[in-house]
Protein backbone atom coordinates (compact mmCIF):
# COMPACT_ATOMS: atom_id res chain seq x y z
CA UNK A 1 0.00 0.00 0.00
CA UNK A 2 1.15 3.73 -0.56
CA UNK A 3 1.66 5.52 2.20
CA UNK A 4 -1.01 8.48 2.50
CA UNK A 5 -0.41 11.46 5.08
CA UNK A 6 -2.65 13.39 6.62
CA UNK A 7 -0.63 15.96 8.19
CA UNK A 8 -0.14 19.08 6.56
CA UNK A 9 3.03 20.21 8.66
CA UNK A 10 6.20 18.08 8.21
CA UNK A 11 6.19 16.90 12.11
CA UNK A 12 9.06 14.46 14.05
CA UNK A 13 7.82 11.83 16.46
CA UNK A 14 10.50 10.94 18.77
CA UNK A 15 10.29 8.67 21.47
CA UNK A 16 10.52 10.81 24.68
CA UNK A 17 11.36 14.65 25.22
CA UNK A 18 14.29 14.30 26.19
CA UNK A 19 15.57 12.77 22.92
CA UNK A 20 13.66 15.67 20.94
CA UNK A 21 14.56 18.33 23.00
CA UNK A 22 18.40 16.81 22.19
CA UNK A 23 17.71 16.93 18.50
CA UNK A 24 16.72 20.46 18.85
CA UNK A 25 19.52 22.01 20.56
CA UNK A 26 21.38 19.70 17.85
CA UNK A 27 19.81 21.96 15.18
CA UNK A 28 20.72 25.31 16.94
CA UNK A 29 23.82 24.64 17.46
CA UNK A 30 25.00 23.96 14.15
CA UNK A 31 22.43 27.19 13.21
CA UNK A 32 24.79 28.87 16.15
CA UNK A 33 28.03 27.53 14.28
CA UNK A 34 27.50 28.26 10.93
CA UNK A 35 26.47 31.75 11.94
CA UNK A 36 30.01 32.41 13.58
CA UNK A 37 31.73 30.64 10.88
CA UNK A 38 29.72 33.43 8.11
CA UNK A 39 30.54 36.24 11.37
CA UNK A 40 27.15 36.80 11.47
CA UNK A 41 24.97 37.02 14.63
CA UNK A 42 22.73 34.16 14.97
CA UNK A 43 18.80 35.43 15.73
CA UNK A 44 16.60 33.22 17.85
CA UNK A 45 13.42 33.89 18.62
CA UNK A 46 12.58 31.92 21.92
CA UNK A 47 9.83 30.44 24.17
CA UNK A 48 9.27 30.03 27.67
CA UNK A 49 6.82 27.43 29.37
CA UNK A 50 7.49 23.21 30.39
CA UNK A 51 8.24 22.46 26.79
CA UNK A 52 11.51 23.94 25.86
CA UNK A 53 13.55 23.76 29.28
CA UNK A 54 15.05 20.61 28.24
CA UNK A 55 16.64 21.89 24.98
CA UNK A 56 17.86 24.97 26.90
CA UNK A 57 19.46 22.39 29.58
CA UNK A 58 21.23 20.40 26.29
CA UNK A 59 22.40 23.95 25.20
CA UNK A 60 23.93 24.97 28.03
CA UNK A 61 25.71 21.05 28.34
CA UNK A 62 26.80 22.29 24.97
CA UNK A 63 28.16 24.81 26.26
CA UNK A 64 30.06 23.78 29.08
CA UNK A 65 30.77 20.71 27.88
CA UNK A 66 31.77 21.25 23.90
CA UNK A 67 32.58 24.75 23.90
CA UNK A 68 29.19 25.87 22.21
CA UNK A 69 29.80 30.06 22.40
CA UNK A 70 26.83 32.25 22.92
CA UNK A 71 28.95 35.27 21.71
CA UNK A 72 26.96 35.79 18.67
CA UNK A 73 23.84 34.86 19.64
CA UNK A 74 21.18 37.97 19.45
CA UNK A 75 17.76 36.30 20.80
CA UNK A 76 13.87 37.92 21.14
CA UNK A 77 11.84 35.97 23.35
CA UNK A 78 8.26 35.65 22.98
CA UNK A 79 6.05 37.16 25.47
CA UNK A 80 6.18 38.08 28.93
CA UNK A 81 2.71 38.70 31.23
CA UNK A 82 1.18 41.73 31.67
CA UNK A 83 2.30 43.41 34.03
CA UNK A 84 5.13 41.85 35.33
CA UNK A 85 8.05 42.55 37.22
CA UNK A 86 11.48 41.40 36.04
CA UNK A 87 12.50 39.47 39.10
CA UNK A 88 8.68 37.72 40.49
CA UNK A 89 8.75 34.02 40.57
CA UNK A 90 6.38 34.08 37.29
CA UNK A 91 8.30 36.84 34.85
CA UNK A 92 9.61 35.46 31.48
CA UNK A 93 13.00 37.34 32.23
CA UNK A 94 13.44 35.54 35.47
CA UNK A 95 12.60 32.09 33.58
CA UNK A 96 14.96 32.65 30.77
CA UNK A 97 17.76 33.92 32.76
CA UNK A 98 17.57 30.86 35.32
CA UNK A 99 16.98 28.62 32.79
CA UNK A 100 19.53 29.67 29.94
CA UNK A 101 21.14 33.01 29.98
CA UNK A 102 22.69 32.54 33.44
CA UNK A 103 24.74 29.63 32.21
CA UNK A 104 25.96 30.42 28.83
CA UNK A 105 28.73 33.32 27.70
CA UNK A 106 25.38 35.22 25.68
CA UNK A 107 26.44 39.02 26.02
CA UNK A 108 24.39 40.94 28.55
CA UNK A 109 22.95 43.13 25.69
CA UNK A 110 22.04 40.06 23.19
CA UNK A 111 19.26 39.07 24.71
CA UNK A 112 15.52 40.92 24.45
CA UNK A 113 12.19 40.23 26.28
CA UNK A 114 8.86 42.02 26.29
CA UNK A 115 8.80 44.61 29.04
CA UNK A 116 6.20 43.94 31.49
CA UNK A 117 6.98 47.01 33.91
CA UNK A 118 5.91 49.66 31.06
CA UNK A 119 3.30 51.92 31.25
CA UNK A 120 0.37 50.94 29.51
CA UNK A 121 0.55 53.90 27.04
CA UNK A 122 3.25 53.14 26.09
CA UNK A 123 3.02 49.33 24.75
CA UNK A 124 2.14 50.23 21.74
CA UNK A 125 4.99 51.75 21.14
CA UNK A 126 7.57 49.50 22.69
CA UNK A 127 5.60 46.31 20.73
CA UNK A 128 6.68 48.28 17.36
CA UNK A 129 10.31 48.78 18.89
CA UNK A 130 10.55 45.93 19.53
CA UNK A 131 9.76 43.86 15.93
CA UNK A 132 11.77 46.93 14.41
CA UNK A 133 14.51 45.42 16.61
CA UNK A 134 14.06 42.48 15.28
CA UNK A 135 14.07 43.79 11.88
CA UNK A 136 17.60 45.51 12.03
CA UNK A 137 19.01 41.71 12.64
CA UNK A 138 17.48 40.92 8.87
CA UNK A 139 14.72 39.04 11.10
CA UNK A 140 14.69 35.91 12.70
CA UNK A 141 16.66 33.05 11.47
CA UNK A 142 15.00 30.55 14.26
CA UNK A 143 12.03 30.55 16.13
CA UNK A 144 11.62 27.89 18.85
CA UNK A 145 7.54 27.68 19.57
CA UNK A 146 5.75 25.82 22.18
CA UNK A 147 1.78 25.32 21.79
CA UNK A 148 -1.18 26.05 24.58
CA UNK A 149 -3.93 23.38 24.59
CA UNK A 150 -6.07 26.04 23.19
CA UNK A 151 -3.86 25.97 19.93
CA UNK A 152 -2.28 29.49 21.12
CA UNK A 153 1.77 30.15 19.66
CA UNK A 154 3.35 32.85 21.80
CA UNK A 155 0.14 34.43 23.27
CA UNK A 156 -1.60 34.69 20.49
CA UNK A 157 -4.86 33.30 21.36
CA UNK A 158 -7.41 31.76 19.40
CA UNK A 159 -9.13 34.41 17.49
CA UNK A 160 -5.75 36.00 16.74
CA UNK A 161 -5.42 37.07 12.20
CA UNK A 162 -2.68 35.49 10.45
CA UNK A 163 -1.05 39.06 9.99
CA UNK A 164 -1.42 40.48 13.51
CA UNK A 165 1.69 42.32 15.09
CA UNK A 166 3.34 42.39 18.49
CA UNK A 167 1.03 43.81 20.80
CA UNK A 168 -1.02 43.64 23.74
CA UNK A 169 -3.16 40.45 24.33
CA UNK A 170 -6.09 39.63 26.75
CA UNK A 171 -5.30 35.64 27.84
CA UNK A 172 -7.49 33.14 27.34
CA UNK A 173 -9.49 31.61 30.25
CA UNK A 174 -7.61 28.29 29.43
CA UNK A 175 -3.96 30.12 29.30
CA UNK A 176 -5.06 31.48 32.57
CA UNK A 177 -5.97 28.20 33.96
CA UNK A 178 -2.85 26.38 32.78
CA UNK A 179 -0.73 29.18 34.56
CA UNK A 180 -2.79 28.77 38.11
CA UNK A 181 -0.39 26.23 39.42
CA UNK A 182 2.82 29.02 39.07
CA UNK A 183 0.55 31.83 40.09
CA UNK A 184 -0.86 29.75 43.04
CA UNK A 185 -4.29 30.65 42.05
CA UNK A 186 -6.21 31.61 39.01
CA UNK A 187 -7.08 35.17 40.70
CA UNK A 188 -3.40 35.68 40.67
CA UNK A 189 -2.85 35.10 37.00
CA UNK A 190 -2.22 38.22 34.99
CA UNK A 191 -5.18 39.17 32.29
CA UNK A 192 -2.98 40.13 29.38
CA UNK A 193 0.63 39.65 27.87
CA UNK A 194 2.38 41.20 25.15
CA UNK A 195 3.20 38.89 22.66
CA UNK A 196 5.09 38.85 19.21
CA UNK A 197 2.69 38.63 16.42
CA UNK A 198 1.48 35.86 14.20
CA UNK A 199 3.34 37.32 11.62
CA UNK A 200 6.48 37.81 13.09
CA UNK A 201 6.28 34.08 13.60
CA UNK A 202 5.48 33.47 9.95
CA UNK A 203 8.50 35.70 8.47
CA UNK A 204 10.75 33.91 10.79
CA UNK A 205 12.90 32.00 8.05
CA UNK A 206 12.93 28.72 10.14
CA UNK A 207 10.58 27.78 13.00
CA UNK A 208 10.27 24.55 15.32
CA UNK A 209 7.43 23.99 17.45
CA UNK A 210 7.94 21.03 19.96
CA UNK A 211 5.15 19.32 22.42
CA UNK A 212 5.41 16.80 24.43
CA UNK A 213 2.68 14.71 26.46
CA UNK A 214 -0.82 13.59 26.25
CA UNK A 215 -2.15 16.78 27.10
CA UNK A 216 -0.98 18.21 23.92
CA UNK A 217 -2.44 15.38 21.65
CA UNK A 218 -5.18 16.63 20.92
CA UNK A 219 -4.37 20.37 19.83
CA UNK A 220 -1.25 18.89 17.88
CA UNK A 221 -3.63 17.08 15.81
CA UNK A 222 -6.33 19.56 15.00
CA UNK A 223 -2.82 22.18 14.27
CA UNK A 224 -1.45 19.60 11.85
CA UNK A 225 -4.13 17.67 10.20
CA UNK A 226 -7.07 20.20 10.77
CA UNK A 227 -8.53 23.23 8.85
CA UNK A 228 -6.46 26.46 9.07
CA UNK A 229 -8.50 28.46 11.25
CA UNK A 230 -8.37 31.43 13.56
CA UNK A 231 -9.44 28.98 15.98
CA UNK A 232 -6.31 27.21 16.22
CA UNK A 233 -3.15 29.76 15.74
CA UNK A 234 -0.70 27.03 15.47
CA UNK A 235 -2.67 25.89 12.48
CA UNK A 236 -1.43 28.86 10.73
CA UNK A 237 2.08 27.11 10.50
CA UNK A 238 0.57 25.14 7.71
CA UNK A 239 1.45 28.09 5.58
CA UNK A 240 5.01 28.49 6.43
CA UNK A 241 7.19 27.46 4.48
CA UNK A 242 10.10 25.97 6.56
CA UNK A 243 8.14 24.60 10.03
CA UNK A 244 8.91 21.32 11.43
CA UNK A 245 6.68 19.94 14.61
CA UNK A 246 9.08 17.59 17.28
CA UNK A 247 7.25 16.08 19.57
CA UNK A 248 7.08 12.49 21.58
CA UNK A 249 4.47 9.85 21.74
CA UNK A 250 2.12 11.51 23.83
CA UNK A 251 1.70 14.52 22.02
CA UNK A 252 1.56 12.04 18.45
CA UNK A 253 -1.41 10.03 20.53
CA UNK A 254 -3.98 11.61 18.37
CA UNK A 255 -2.52 11.47 14.81
CA UNK A 256 -3.96 9.26 12.21
CA UNK A 257 -0.88 7.33 11.98
CA UNK A 258 -0.79 6.46 15.40
CA UNK A 259 -4.75 6.46 15.84
CA UNK A 260 -5.09 4.12 12.96
CA UNK A 261 -1.66 3.82 11.46
CA UNK A 262 -3.44 0.88 8.88
CA UNK A 263 -5.30 4.29 7.21
CA UNK A 264 -1.53 5.56 6.73
CA UNK A 265 1.06 2.55 5.59
CA UNK A 266 1.07 -0.88 6.02
CA UNK A 267 0.71 -2.26 9.56
CA UNK A 268 1.99 -5.95 10.66
CA UNK A 269 -1.18 -7.41 11.62
CA UNK A 270 -0.26 -8.67 15.32
CA UNK A 271 -3.01 -9.31 18.43
CA UNK A 272 -2.69 -5.69 19.71
CA UNK A 273 -2.67 -4.03 16.04
CA UNK A 274 -5.91 -6.52 15.21
CA UNK A 275 -7.79 -5.31 18.39
CA UNK A 276 -6.69 -1.77 17.79
CA UNK A 277 -8.34 -2.15 14.44
CA UNK A 278 -11.52 -3.65 15.43
CA UNK A 279 -12.37 -1.97 18.47
CA UNK A 280 -11.84 1.31 17.04
CA UNK A 281 -14.15 0.22 14.09
CA UNK A 282 -17.03 -0.99 16.38
CA UNK A 283 -16.71 2.49 18.33
CA UNK A 284 -16.74 4.71 15.15
CA UNK A 285 -19.52 2.43 14.11
CA UNK A 286 -21.23 2.26 17.46
CA UNK A 287 -22.11 -1.51 16.59
CA UNK A 288 -21.26 -4.42 19.19
CA UNK A 289 -17.88 -6.17 17.73
CA UNK A 290 -20.22 -9.28 17.22
CA UNK A 291 -22.54 -7.18 15.10
CA UNK A 292 -19.60 -5.79 12.21
CA UNK A 293 -19.83 -7.64 8.81
CA UNK A 294 -16.98 -7.91 6.07
CA UNK A 295 -18.69 -4.41 4.44
CA UNK A 296 -18.01 -2.40 7.56
CA UNK A 297 -14.42 -4.04 7.44
CA UNK A 298 -13.52 -2.80 3.79
CA UNK A 299 -15.21 0.64 4.30
CA UNK A 300 -13.37 1.69 7.15
CA UNK A 301 -9.94 0.70 5.55
CA UNK A 302 -9.51 -2.73 6.81
CA UNK A 303 -9.36 -4.80 3.83
CA UNK A 304 -6.00 -5.58 3.99
CA UNK A 305 -7.02 -7.28 7.69
CA UNK A 306 -9.44 -9.37 5.75
CA UNK A 307 -7.35 -10.54 3.31
CA UNK A 308 -5.24 -11.64 5.58
CA UNK A 309 -6.99 -12.75 8.66
CA UNK A 310 -10.14 -14.18 6.93
CA UNK A 311 -13.26 -13.18 7.38
CA UNK A 312 -15.11 -10.60 9.97
CA UNK A 313 -17.25 -13.37 11.87
CA UNK A 314 -13.69 -15.21 13.25
CA UNK A 315 -12.14 -11.78 14.05
CA UNK A 316 -15.25 -10.85 15.61
CA UNK A 317 -14.92 -13.98 17.64
CA UNK A 318 -11.49 -13.36 18.73
CA UNK A 319 -11.62 -9.84 19.57
CA UNK A 320 -14.73 -10.35 21.52
CA UNK A 321 -12.77 -13.26 23.60
CA UNK A 322 -9.58 -11.02 23.81
CA UNK A 323 -12.21 -8.17 25.66
CA UNK A 324 -13.29 -10.54 27.33
CA UNK A 325 -10.54 -11.91 29.09
CA UNK A 326 -9.05 -8.53 30.14
CA UNK A 327 -12.17 -8.74 32.78
CA UNK A 328 -11.84 -10.08 35.99
CA UNK A 329 -13.29 -9.59 39.39
CA UNK A 330 -10.02 -11.11 40.98
CA UNK A 331 -7.45 -8.58 40.39
CA UNK A 332 -4.84 -10.79 43.30
CA UNK A 333 -5.68 -14.21 40.48
CA UNK A 334 -8.89 -16.07 40.89
CA UNK A 335 -7.54 -19.21 43.47
CA UNK A 336 -8.01 -22.35 42.19
CA UNK A 337 -9.15 -21.76 38.96
CA UNK A 338 -7.54 -22.50 35.37
CA UNK A 339 -5.40 -18.88 34.90
CA UNK A 340 -4.34 -19.70 31.57
CA UNK A 341 -6.67 -16.52 29.87
CA UNK A 342 -6.83 -14.49 33.18
CA UNK A 343 -4.76 -11.91 33.04
CA UNK A 344 -3.72 -12.07 36.95
CA UNK A 345 -1.99 -16.10 38.05
CA UNK A 346 -3.83 -18.11 40.30
CA UNK A 347 -0.39 -18.80 42.38
CA UNK A 348 0.42 -18.02 45.31
CA UNK A 349 -3.40 -17.83 46.26
CA UNK A 350 -2.42 -14.88 48.96
CA UNK A 351 -0.19 -12.43 47.15
CA UNK A 352 1.73 -9.88 48.69
CA UNK A 353 1.01 -6.60 46.63
CA UNK A 354 2.12 -2.97 46.97
CA UNK A 355 0.72 -0.08 45.56
CA UNK A 356 2.62 3.10 44.55
CA UNK A 357 0.45 6.10 45.06
CA UNK A 358 2.30 9.14 43.21
CA UNK A 359 -0.06 11.92 45.65
CA UNK A 360 -1.54 10.41 48.91
CA UNK A 361 -5.19 9.96 47.74
CA UNK A 362 -4.40 8.44 44.24
CA UNK A 363 -4.36 5.05 45.06
CA UNK A 364 -8.06 5.26 46.14
CA UNK A 365 -9.07 7.88 43.34
CA UNK A 366 -7.66 5.46 40.57
CA UNK A 367 -7.81 2.43 42.07
CA UNK A 368 -9.65 2.50 45.02
CA UNK A 369 -12.17 -0.97 43.87
CA UNK A 370 -9.33 -3.16 43.37
CA UNK A 371 -7.34 -1.50 46.47
CA UNK A 372 -10.97 -2.95 48.34
CA UNK A 373 -11.08 -6.20 46.22
CA UNK A 374 -7.42 -7.24 47.13
CA UNK A 375 -8.09 -6.22 50.63
CA UNK A 376 -11.13 -8.69 50.60
CA UNK A 377 -9.66 -11.36 49.09
CA UNK A 378 -7.31 -11.89 51.87
CA UNK A 379 -4.19 -10.25 50.22
CA UNK A 380 -1.23 -8.75 51.98
CA UNK A 381 -1.72 -4.96 50.56
CA UNK A 382 0.84 -2.22 51.39
CA UNK A 383 0.32 1.37 50.00
CA UNK A 384 3.54 3.04 49.57
CA UNK A 385 3.05 6.72 49.18
CA UNK A 386 5.43 8.54 47.20
CA UNK A 387 5.09 12.66 47.82
CA UNK A 388 4.07 14.49 51.11
CA UNK A 389 1.61 16.55 48.69
CA UNK A 390 2.07 18.80 50.72
CA UNK A 391 1.89 21.92 48.22
CA UNK A 392 -1.71 21.26 47.64
CA UNK A 393 -3.25 21.89 51.14
CA UNK A 394 -5.17 25.67 50.95
CA UNK A 395 -3.21 27.88 53.63
CA UNK A 396 -6.36 28.20 55.78
CA UNK A 397 -6.80 24.46 55.87
CA UNK A 398 -3.07 24.76 57.46
CA UNK A 399 -3.89 27.42 59.43
CA UNK A 400 -7.18 25.01 60.80
CA UNK A 401 -5.23 22.66 62.02
CA UNK A 402 -2.71 24.85 63.59
CA UNK A 403 -4.82 26.88 65.45
CA UNK A 404 -6.50 23.19 66.52
CA UNK A 405 -3.49 22.01 67.78
CA UNK A 406 -3.00 25.39 70.19
CA UNK A 407 -6.30 24.73 71.05
CA UNK A 408 -5.60 21.43 72.05
CA UNK A 409 -2.28 22.17 74.21
CA UNK A 410 -4.58 24.50 76.21
CA UNK A 411 -7.34 22.47 76.40
CA UNK A 412 -5.52 19.50 77.86
CA UNK A 413 -2.99 21.80 79.98
CA UNK A 414 -0.15 20.54 77.40
CA UNK A 415 2.29 22.69 78.09
CA UNK A 416 5.01 21.39 75.37
CA UNK A 417 6.95 25.38 75.13
CA UNK A 418 8.40 24.04 71.47
CA UNK A 419 5.08 22.49 69.54
CA UNK A 420 3.55 25.60 71.12
CA UNK A 421 5.90 27.53 69.53
CA UNK A 422 6.14 26.01 66.24
CA UNK A 423 2.53 26.00 65.67
CA UNK A 424 1.62 29.57 66.75
CA UNK A 425 4.30 30.58 64.20
CA UNK A 426 3.58 28.91 61.60
CA UNK A 427 0.09 30.49 61.81
CA UNK A 428 1.70 33.94 61.80
CA UNK A 429 3.53 33.04 58.93
CA UNK A 430 0.43 31.69 57.28
CA UNK A 431 -1.35 35.23 58.67
CA UNK A 432 1.18 37.42 56.84
CA UNK A 433 1.85 35.25 53.40
CA UNK A 434 2.42 36.57 50.56
CA UNK A 435 1.01 35.49 46.98
CA UNK A 436 2.97 33.40 45.66
CA UNK A 437 5.83 33.04 48.49
CA UNK A 438 6.84 29.90 49.76
CA UNK A 439 5.68 27.81 52.51
CA UNK A 440 7.91 28.05 55.15
CA UNK A 441 9.44 24.52 56.57
CA UNK A 442 6.94 24.16 59.27
CA UNK A 443 4.88 24.82 57.45
CA UNK A 444 4.97 22.29 54.53
CA UNK A 445 5.18 19.86 57.25
CA UNK A 446 1.83 20.46 58.64
CA UNK A 447 0.54 20.16 55.07
CA UNK A 448 2.23 17.18 54.79
CA UNK A 449 0.70 15.92 58.05
CA UNK A 450 -2.37 16.51 56.88
CA UNK A 451 -2.17 14.97 53.96
CA UNK A 452 -0.86 12.29 55.63
CA UNK A 453 -3.67 12.16 58.38
CA UNK A 454 -5.98 11.42 55.28
CA UNK A 455 -4.03 8.63 53.35
CA UNK A 456 -4.24 6.90 57.18
CA UNK A 457 -7.43 7.75 57.65
CA UNK A 458 -8.62 5.86 53.61
CA UNK A 459 -6.34 2.78 55.06
CA UNK A 460 -7.92 2.27 57.61
CA UNK A 461 -11.48 2.52 55.41
CA UNK A 462 -10.36 0.14 53.17
CA UNK A 463 -9.00 -2.17 55.91
CA UNK A 464 -5.21 -2.66 55.85
CA UNK A 465 -3.09 -1.86 59.15
CA UNK A 466 -1.40 1.08 59.55
CA UNK A 467 2.03 -0.56 59.41
CA UNK A 468 1.34 -1.52 55.87
CA UNK A 469 0.88 2.42 54.90
CA UNK A 470 4.62 3.43 54.11
CA UNK A 471 5.47 7.48 53.61
CA UNK A 472 8.40 7.67 51.30
CA UNK A 473 8.65 11.36 51.43
CA UNK A 474 10.86 11.27 48.14
CA UNK A 475 13.36 14.10 48.22
CA UNK A 476 12.70 14.94 45.15
CA UNK A 477 9.28 16.39 45.78
CA UNK A 478 10.07 18.73 48.71
CA UNK A 479 11.08 21.94 46.80
CA UNK A 480 8.18 23.70 48.57
CA UNK A 481 7.46 24.84 44.99
CA UNK A 482 5.23 23.76 41.80
CA UNK A 483 8.98 23.27 40.12
CA UNK A 484 10.67 20.05 41.46
CA UNK A 485 14.15 18.74 41.82
CA UNK A 486 15.67 16.17 39.66
CA UNK A 487 15.77 12.79 40.60
CA UNK A 488 18.17 11.63 42.93
CA UNK A 489 20.20 8.20 44.71
CA UNK A 490 18.46 8.56 47.69
CA UNK A 491 14.69 8.94 45.49
CA UNK A 492 15.48 5.58 43.94
CA UNK A 493 17.02 4.04 47.18
CA UNK A 494 14.23 4.27 49.04
CA UNK A 495 11.48 2.83 46.72
CA UNK A 496 14.26 0.31 46.49
CA UNK A 497 15.01 -0.74 50.25
CA UNK A 498 10.93 -1.26 50.34
CA UNK A 499 10.19 -3.41 47.29
CA UNK A 500 13.06 -5.63 48.88
CA UNK A 501 11.55 -5.36 51.89
CA UNK A 502 8.00 -6.19 51.07
CA UNK A 503 8.78 -8.70 47.82
CA UNK A 504 5.69 -8.10 46.68
CA UNK A 505 3.92 -10.34 43.89
CA UNK A 506 2.36 -7.39 42.12
CA UNK A 507 3.37 -3.59 42.28
CA UNK A 508 0.76 -1.54 40.76
CA UNK A 509 2.17 1.99 39.75
CA UNK A 510 0.67 5.26 38.36
CA UNK A 511 1.73 4.95 34.84
CA UNK A 512 1.40 8.13 33.20
CA UNK A 513 3.97 7.45 30.91
CA UNK A 514 3.46 10.28 28.30
CA UNK A 515 3.49 13.10 30.56
CA UNK A 516 6.37 14.41 30.67
CA UNK A 517 6.73 16.63 33.30
CA UNK A 518 4.07 16.07 36.63
CA UNK A 519 5.38 14.46 39.55
CA UNK A 520 3.44 11.09 38.45
CA UNK A 521 6.25 10.63 35.81
CA UNK A 522 8.51 11.41 37.97
CA UNK A 523 7.53 8.88 40.71
CA UNK A 524 7.19 6.34 38.08
CA UNK A 525 10.51 6.79 36.71
CA UNK A 526 11.81 6.11 40.46
CA UNK A 527 9.90 2.72 40.02
CA UNK A 528 11.02 1.99 36.69
CA UNK A 529 14.43 2.24 37.74
CA UNK A 530 14.20 0.77 41.49
CA UNK A 531 12.43 -2.65 39.64
CA UNK A 532 15.27 -2.60 36.78
CA UNK A 533 18.44 -2.28 39.45
CA UNK A 534 16.06 -5.38 41.76
CA UNK A 535 15.06 -7.81 38.61
CA UNK A 536 18.28 -9.91 38.86
CA UNK A 537 17.45 -10.84 42.63
CA UNK A 538 14.99 -14.44 42.93
CA UNK A 539 11.94 -12.12 44.39
CA UNK A 540 11.48 -10.47 41.21
CA UNK A 541 10.73 -13.51 39.30
CA UNK A 542 7.24 -13.45 40.56
CA UNK A 543 6.67 -9.89 40.57
CA UNK A 544 4.61 -8.58 38.19
CA UNK A 545 3.86 -4.97 37.46
CA UNK A 546 0.39 -3.22 36.86
CA UNK A 547 -0.06 -0.01 35.76
CA UNK A 548 -2.92 2.24 36.41
CA UNK A 549 -3.50 5.94 34.55
CA UNK A 550 -3.26 8.81 37.52
CA UNK A 551 -4.58 11.63 35.38
CA UNK A 552 -7.96 11.83 34.56
CA UNK A 553 -7.51 10.05 31.07
CA UNK A 554 -7.92 6.43 31.08
CA UNK A 555 -6.15 3.89 28.97
CA UNK A 556 -7.32 3.36 25.12
CA UNK A 557 -9.17 0.01 25.22
CA UNK A 558 -7.29 -1.77 23.25
CA UNK A 559 -4.28 -1.50 25.40
CA UNK A 560 -6.35 -2.74 28.96
CA UNK A 561 -4.85 -6.32 30.32
CA UNK A 562 -6.83 -6.36 33.50
CA UNK A 563 -10.32 -4.17 33.90
CA UNK A 564 -11.73 -4.90 37.61
CA UNK A 565 -15.40 -4.33 37.01
CA UNK A 566 -17.02 -2.61 40.52
CA UNK A 567 -20.94 -2.81 41.46
CA UNK A 568 -22.91 0.22 42.30
CA UNK A 569 -22.52 -0.33 45.96
CA UNK A 570 -18.64 -0.47 45.62
CA UNK A 571 -18.76 2.41 43.49
CA UNK A 572 -20.16 4.23 46.77
CA UNK A 573 -17.99 2.44 48.95
CA UNK A 574 -14.85 3.47 46.51
CA UNK A 575 -16.09 7.20 46.99
CA UNK A 576 -16.97 7.49 50.79
CA UNK A 577 -12.63 6.25 50.42
CA UNK A 578 -11.74 9.21 48.69
CA UNK A 579 -14.01 11.83 51.03
CA UNK A 580 -11.58 10.53 53.88
CA UNK A 581 -9.04 13.24 51.82
CA UNK A 582 -11.02 16.49 52.85
CA UNK A 583 -8.10 18.96 52.12
CA UNK A 584 -8.68 17.83 48.25
CA UNK A 585 -12.43 18.77 48.38
CA UNK A 586 -14.31 21.86 47.77
CA UNK A 587 -12.03 23.86 45.40
CA UNK A 588 -8.51 22.58 45.54
CA UNK A 589 -5.70 24.59 45.25
CA UNK A 590 -4.13 23.19 41.97
CA UNK A 591 -7.79 22.57 40.43
CA UNK A 592 -7.37 23.10 36.84
CA UNK A 593 -9.72 23.45 34.24
CA UNK A 594 -11.50 20.44 35.42
CA UNK A 595 -14.52 22.09 37.81
CA UNK A 596 -15.50 18.54 39.02
CA UNK A 597 -14.67 17.00 42.45
CA UNK A 598 -11.81 13.99 42.18
CA UNK A 599 -14.64 11.96 43.44
CA UNK A 600 -16.88 12.81 40.55
CA UNK A 601 -13.69 12.53 37.82
CA UNK A 602 -13.13 9.13 39.04
CA UNK A 603 -16.56 8.08 38.84
CA UNK A 604 -17.26 9.39 35.53
CA UNK A 605 -13.80 7.88 34.41
CA UNK A 606 -14.79 4.32 35.36
CA UNK A 607 -18.23 4.81 34.33
CA UNK A 608 -16.77 5.46 30.97
CA UNK A 609 -14.87 2.40 30.64
CA UNK A 610 -17.41 0.38 31.59
CA UNK A 611 -20.04 2.26 28.77
CA UNK A 612 -17.36 1.41 26.92
CA UNK A 613 -16.87 -2.66 27.51
CA UNK A 614 -21.23 -2.59 27.10
CA UNK A 615 -21.26 -0.75 23.96
CA UNK A 616 -18.12 -3.13 21.95
CA UNK A 617 -21.35 -5.73 23.23
CA UNK A 618 -19.26 -7.42 26.10
CA UNK A 619 -21.28 -7.60 30.00
CA UNK A 620 -22.61 -4.06 31.33
CA UNK A 621 -21.04 -3.32 34.33
CA UNK A 622 -21.58 -0.02 36.68
CA UNK A 623 -18.05 0.99 36.90
CA UNK A 624 -14.49 -0.38 35.97
CA UNK A 625 -10.80 0.24 36.74
CA UNK A 626 -8.22 -0.52 34.26
CA UNK A 627 -4.85 -1.92 33.85
CA UNK A 628 -1.66 -2.40 31.92
CA UNK A 629 1.01 -4.74 32.60
CA UNK A 630 4.50 -3.43 32.34
CA UNK A 631 7.19 -6.14 31.33
CA UNK A 632 10.17 -5.44 32.70
C1 LIG B 1 5.72 30.73 26.13
C2 LIG B 1 4.59 30.81 25.21
C3 LIG B 1 3.48 29.82 25.18
C4 LIG B 1 3.91 28.40 25.53
C5 LIG B 1 2.70 27.46 25.53
C6 LIG B 1 3.07 26.07 25.98
O1 LIG B 1 6.66 31.71 25.91
O2 LIG B 1 4.56 31.72 24.46
O3 LIG B 1 2.90 29.82 23.90
O4 LIG B 1 4.86 27.95 24.61
O5 LIG B 1 1.71 27.95 26.37
O6 LIG B 1 3.45 26.09 27.31
P1 LIG B 1 4.11 24.81 28.00
O7 LIG B 1 5.39 24.58 27.30
O8 LIG B 1 4.33 25.23 29.43
O9 LIG B 1 3.14 23.68 27.84
New binding site residues.
Partial sequence: MQSVSYERIPTNIYKNADEASAAVARELAELIRQKQKEGKPAVLG???????KKVYSELIRMHKKEGLSFKNVVTF???EYFPMQPDALQS?VRFMKEQLFDHVDIPKGNYHIPDGTIPMEKVREFCQEYEKKIDSYGGLDFQL?????NG????NEPGSHVDSRTRLMTLDQT?RI?ATLDFGGLAKVPRRAI?MGVKVLMEAKRVVLI?WGEH?AHIIQEAVQGPVTETVPASYLQGHPNVQFVIDEGAAAELTRRKAPWLVEDVTWDKQMIKKAVTNLSISLNKPVLKLTNRDYNDYGLSDLLAQHGQAYDLNIDVFNWLQNTITGWPGGKPNADDTNRPERANPVKKRCLIFSPHPDDDIISMGGTFQRLVDQGHEVHVAYQTSGNIAVADDEALRFADFVVDFNEKFGITSADADKIFKEAARYLRNKKSSQKDSDEVRSIKGLIRKGEAKATCRFVGIPVEHAHFLNMPFYETGLVEKKPLGEEDYQVVADLIEKIKPHQIYAAGDLADPHGTHKVCLDAIFEAVNRLKGKDFMKDCWVWLYKGAWAEWDIDQIEMAVPMSPDQVVKKRLGIFKHQSQKDGVVFQGADAREFWQRAEDRNRGTAELYNKLGLAEYAAMEAFVRWKF
Fill in positions: LATGSSPNLDYLGIGRHIGFTDTAK
